[in-house]
């Protein structure tokens, strides 16, 4: 083989490993942000459930979400 040849088998080479590397890290970047929207979900599904104990268990609490989901405007 020429040595022009190998020289542009290697730059061939060497670009196609940049490429895969790239794909490896865009491969743990989307699973990050996966496991990091997952993480909040449960985060909210929890702080959510808290709140709605409260509410249930505080009188006060649940009158101002009564208050507060009425239709009427006068009593706000």
């Given at each position: 083989?020429?040595?022009a040849?190998?020289?542009?088998?290697?730059?061939a080479a060497v670009f196609s490993m940049r490429?895969?590397?790239r794909g490896g890290?865009?491969?743990v970047q989307v699973s990050s942000t996966v496991g990091?929207?997952?993480a909040l979900r449960s985060r909210i599904k929890a702080?959510?459930?808290?709140?709605?104990t409260h509410i249930a268990a505080d009188?006060?609490?649940?009158?101002?979400i009564d208050d507060w989901t009425s239709t009427d405007?006068?009593?706000r």
């Open positions: 083989m020429a040595p040849d190998e020289a542009i088998q290697e730059a490429r895969r590397e890290r865009r491969v990091a929207i997952d702080q959510s459930k808290d709140v709605a009188p006060e609490a649940q009158s101002f405007p006068v009593s």
